[in-house]
């Protein structure tokens, strides 16, 4: 419950700082700020830069910094009010335009979280085990993802296949409990709507044919944009020199919203602009902001930002799929393309996180996706993790 309500409040945040710089209200059918004037767009993103890079690097150079979920894992403390202004200001940056995932962040709130409820049980001398304190770090972690995007599978498979890697009866059934007990403080506000906005059609099994010819591709993709990211990550701005970077990062993502405003944000406007897409006059632009997307995102990493790669995983791949399933879609007229989007959302992000579970999973809650979606998404992953083993990790 209390990791739940962090994710909602967090949700309220990113709600508050996108009427205050981009004056719109974020929402599966309105996902850009398309209503206001491109300068507007340009200014937002530039000044939410400086203002995150300032932040940054005091919490980073004046006082203890940040830790992350994996090193709280492994038994280090996690300093409450740091991490609370690291977490806010991930999520400010994004509600001002800037290009990273905003999923970080209420992970991060709820590993912290449970680490305090932890040290309480200390003090009152009801301590948990080593295991059992990692368990109650990770589940919580994942609750912080169920809570934002109402996703409790989803949860449940970050917790036990990324940060545990440990699938047990136990760590299944208190990490589910707490994602879906996370996830209902969560949609208090935002209610059950899906993420992404798509068609209703099942998949058939002619769909298989695209299955196999794209997962491969987008499997490739994915590790190298996973290759990127982590480069990124471990060649980050340290000390003053995100004090440049992280803006100069921040113009540069205003000048493109200039004329391609679905390049800002974390990634939703640009998947749910590849899912609405269907005629092949749109195809240079989608493949230009794929690159724009993956290009932007990994060099404000590199320069600073702290933020996730899954959602702009997913816009990234959804755009692959677009491409191909307009081209697909001239010989298998029945196929939807909004379908073939989906799979390489799903695909690309299953291999640049190296969890086929989640990102199967993922998909088909924030899309709420019906049972037909299981057969080709399940082996588009399987494909696209083979696939991406063939990319070397940095």
Known sequence: MIVGTSSLLLSLLLDGVERLFLSFQEDAANPASLEILPVHRLFSVFIGAIIAAIIWWIIR?????????????????????????????????????????????????????????????????????????????????????????????????????????????????????????AMLMGTIVKGFGPYYLVGNQQFSLTFLVFVFFVAPLCGILGGIF??????????????????????????????????????MGNGRALAQMSIDTFNQQMIWILLIGAFAKAAITVFTIRAGASGGTLTPSIAIGAVIGTILGIIFHSFFIAVPIWQCSILGACTLLAASQQAPLMALMMIIEISHLNYSAFLPLGIGVALAIAASKLIPEY
């Open 226 to 263: 996973r290759r990127s990211f982590k480069w990124a990550g471990k060649s980050q701005a340290k000390g003053k020199n995100i004090l440049w970077q992280l803006p100069l990062m921040g113009l540069v993502t205003g000048l493109a919203a200039l004329s391609f405003p679905q390049i």
């Open 61 to 181: 150079t004046k006082v203890k910094k940040p830790v992350t979920i994996a090193k709280s894992l492994a038994g280090e403390k996690m300093p409450p009010i740091q991490t609370a202004i690291h977490v806010m200001t991930q999520i400010f940056y994004v509600g001002t335009g800037g290009s990273v995932g905003r999923e970080l962040a209420p992970r991060e709130a709820g590993a912290m979280l449970a680490q305090r409820w932890n040290d309480l049980l200390n003090r009152l001398h009801l301590e948990l085990s080593e295991d059992d304190s990692r368990l109650l770090i990770a589940a919580a972690a994942g609750a912080g993802f169920a809570g934002i995007y109402s996703a409790p599978i989803t949860g449940m498979l970050f917790c036990v296949e990324i940060l545990l890697k440990k699938v047990t009866r136990k760590t299944i059934v208190v990490s589910l409990i707490m994602s879906a007990i």
